[in-house]
């Protein structure tokens, strides 16, 4: 399983990203995908899932704020961030749910 995750950057609090994740390797189609997140000595915590039926559900810190989508035509799953904080800035992976499996992330920096 290969997840290359990309779309991060450098934005101002009140701003927007879509992150995007290539997933090869896999069934794409036939798996839930998760976003996580890690920032700098804190735990990483889980942000936003997406079943294969294209159902989402999102951490309390980020719901209404935060969208998750996938493309299977694309094997791709994205995650548009809207008013963005100083607390979202952090590395965030995709993940298939039940592969343990976890790529580089792309790092999101939201400055105050």
């Known amino acids: 399983v290969q997840l290359q995750a990309s779309g991060g950057g450098l934005v101002q609090a009140g701003g927007s990203l879509r992150l995007s994740c290539v997933v090869s390797?896999?069934?794409?189609?036939?798996?839930?995908m998760d976003w996580y997140r890690q920032a700098p000595g804190k735990e990483r915590e889980w942000v936003a899932t997406i079943t294969q039926m294209d159902i989402p559900t999102y951490a309390d810190s980020v719901k209404g704020r935060f969208t998750i989508t996938r493309d299977n035509a694309k094997s791709s799953v994205y995650l548009q961030m809207n008013s963005l904080k100083p607390e979202d800035g952090a590395v965030y992976y995709c993940t298939p749910r039940r592969y343990n499996v976890w790529g580089q992330g792309t790092l999101v920096t939201v400055s105050s």
């Open positions: 390797g896999i069934i794409f189609s036939g798996n839930t």
